[in-house]
Protein backbone atom coordinates (compact mmCIF):
# COMPACT_ATOMS: atom_id res chain seq x y z
CA UNK A 1 0.00 0.00 0.00
CA UNK A 2 1.05 3.35 -1.14
CA UNK A 3 -0.02 6.66 0.23
CA UNK A 4 0.25 9.55 -1.63
CA UNK A 5 -0.22 13.40 -0.14
CA UNK A 6 -0.16 16.17 -2.70
CA UNK A 7 0.24 20.07 -2.07
CA UNK A 8 0.84 23.20 -3.17
CA UNK A 9 -2.37 24.07 -5.25
CA UNK A 10 -4.18 26.93 -5.31
CA UNK A 11 -5.45 30.35 -7.07
CA UNK A 12 -3.22 31.86 -9.61
CA UNK A 13 -4.09 34.44 -12.63
CA UNK A 14 -3.71 33.32 -15.81
CA UNK A 15 0.14 33.20 -16.86
CA UNK A 16 0.89 32.77 -13.36
CA UNK A 17 3.12 29.94 -11.80
CA UNK A 18 2.39 26.68 -9.42
CA UNK A 19 4.50 23.65 -7.92
CA UNK A 20 2.63 21.03 -6.70
CA UNK A 21 4.55 17.98 -4.40
CA UNK A 22 3.45 14.84 -3.98
CA UNK A 23 5.19 12.82 -1.02
CA UNK A 24 4.89 8.95 -1.28
CA UNK A 25 4.77 6.56 1.82
CA UNK A 26 7.82 4.40 0.32
CA UNK A 27 10.61 4.69 -1.62
CA UNK A 28 9.92 5.66 -5.58
CA UNK A 29 12.46 4.10 -6.74
CA UNK A 30 10.10 0.94 -6.34
CA UNK A 31 7.14 2.52 -8.13
CA UNK A 32 7.30 2.13 -11.89
CA UNK A 33 5.39 5.12 -13.34
CA UNK A 34 4.66 8.48 -11.09
CA UNK A 35 1.97 10.67 -12.29
CA UNK A 36 0.24 13.20 -12.67
CA UNK A 37 -3.67 13.87 -13.60
CA UNK A 38 -6.20 16.14 -13.41
CA UNK A 39 -9.97 16.16 -13.25
CA UNK A 40 -12.85 19.06 -13.06
CA UNK A 41 -16.28 17.54 -12.73
CA UNK A 42 -18.29 15.49 -15.10
CA UNK A 43 -14.97 14.90 -16.82
CA UNK A 44 -12.64 11.91 -17.32
CA UNK A 45 -9.41 12.07 -15.35
CA UNK A 46 -6.84 13.20 -18.03
CA UNK A 47 -2.57 12.52 -17.49
CA UNK A 48 -0.62 15.36 -17.56
CA UNK A 49 2.90 14.03 -16.75
CA UNK A 50 4.78 11.20 -15.50
CA UNK A 51 8.14 10.16 -15.08
CA UNK A 52 9.39 6.49 -14.88
CA UNK A 53 11.88 4.86 -12.19
CA UNK A 54 13.83 4.61 -15.37
CA UNK A 55 14.09 8.29 -16.16
CA UNK A 56 11.57 8.75 -19.17
CA UNK A 57 9.23 11.71 -18.68
CA UNK A 58 6.43 12.41 -20.68
CA UNK A 59 3.10 15.50 -21.07
CA UNK A 60 -0.29 16.11 -21.82
CA UNK A 61 0.26 17.82 -25.52
CA UNK A 62 -2.02 20.88 -23.62
CA UNK A 63 0.83 21.04 -20.81
CA UNK A 64 3.87 20.59 -23.09
CA UNK A 65 6.62 23.78 -22.93
CA UNK A 66 4.69 24.72 -19.88
CA UNK A 67 4.70 22.01 -17.15
CA UNK A 68 7.75 20.56 -16.19
CA UNK A 69 7.82 17.02 -13.75
CA UNK A 70 10.65 16.27 -12.26
CA UNK A 71 11.57 14.24 -8.71
CA UNK A 72 13.94 13.74 -5.94
CA UNK A 73 14.27 10.05 -4.89
CA UNK A 74 15.88 11.06 -1.22
CA UNK A 75 12.40 12.32 -0.54
CA UNK A 76 10.21 10.09 -2.40
CA UNK A 77 9.22 13.50 -4.07
CA UNK A 78 7.26 13.98 -7.49
CA UNK A 79 6.68 17.53 -8.62
CA UNK A 80 5.08 19.23 -11.07
CA UNK A 81 6.14 22.98 -11.95
CA UNK A 82 3.28 24.44 -13.88
CA UNK A 83 4.36 27.43 -15.23
CA UNK A 84 1.68 30.40 -17.83
CA UNK A 85 -1.24 28.67 -16.43
CA UNK A 86 -4.14 29.02 -18.28
CA UNK A 87 -7.87 29.28 -17.13
CA UNK A 88 -8.42 26.02 -18.93
CA UNK A 89 -5.65 24.05 -16.37
CA UNK A 90 -8.33 24.75 -13.69
CA UNK A 91 -8.86 21.20 -12.07
CA UNK A 92 -7.95 19.07 -9.10
CA UNK A 93 -4.84 17.59 -9.42
CA UNK A 94 -3.99 14.05 -8.57
CA UNK A 95 -1.07 12.12 -8.00
CA UNK A 96 -0.70 8.89 -8.77
CA UNK A 97 1.85 5.53 -8.45
CA UNK A 98 1.80 2.56 -10.36
CA UNK A 99 3.79 0.05 -8.35
CA UNK A 100 4.17 -3.68 -9.60
CA UNK A 101 2.39 -5.95 -7.97
CA UNK A 102 3.23 -9.15 -10.31
CA UNK A 103 4.92 -10.07 -13.48
CA UNK A 104 3.43 -7.47 -15.98
CA UNK A 105 1.12 -6.38 -13.27
CA UNK A 106 0.34 -3.07 -11.56
CA UNK A 107 -1.70 -1.36 -8.34
CA UNK A 108 -2.82 2.06 -8.94
CA UNK A 109 -2.67 4.73 -6.13
CA UNK A 110 -3.73 7.98 -5.50
CA UNK A 111 -3.28 11.03 -3.17
CA UNK A 112 -6.58 12.69 -2.11
CA UNK A 113 -6.04 15.32 -4.96
CA UNK A 114 -5.28 19.66 -4.89
CA UNK A 115 -7.24 21.68 -6.15
CA UNK A 116 -5.75 24.04 -8.81
CA UNK A 117 -7.64 27.51 -10.07
CA UNK A 118 -6.34 29.57 -12.90
CA UNK A 119 -8.72 33.19 -13.04
CA UNK A 120 -8.44 36.31 -13.40
Known amino acids: QVQLLESGGGWVQPGGSLKLSCVAS????????MGWYRQNPGQERELVAFTTSTGSVDYLSSVKGRFTISRDDAKNTVYLQMDRLKPADTAVYYC??????????????WGPGTQVTVSA
Open 96 to 109: NAKKPSGVGEYSDY
Open 26 to 33: ESILRIAV
